[in-house]
């Protein structure tokens, strides 16, 4: 049988992964503003090293 902290350390394991899928949907949903590193135009930094790394 699996022991009262085990069961308390999956419960709460369980309720985070909701909490992040939900706001997994409300992002493709739209009604949550983006953080930066999704945003279409990327940092000139980050273009010109993926620049580099393709050639």
């Not at 992040?20 to 590193?37: D, S």
Request: no cysteine; glycine share 4%; net charge positive.
């Amino acid at each position: 049988m699996i022991d009262k902290k085990t069961l308390n350390i999956l419960k709460d394991t369980i309720e985070k992964l909701d909490k992040i899928e939900n706001l997994g949907h409300k992002v493709m949903a739209g009604r949550v503003n983006p953080t930066p590193q999704f945003s279409l135009k990327p940092p000139k930094e980050e273009s010109e090293n993926k620049s580099k790394n393709k050639k």
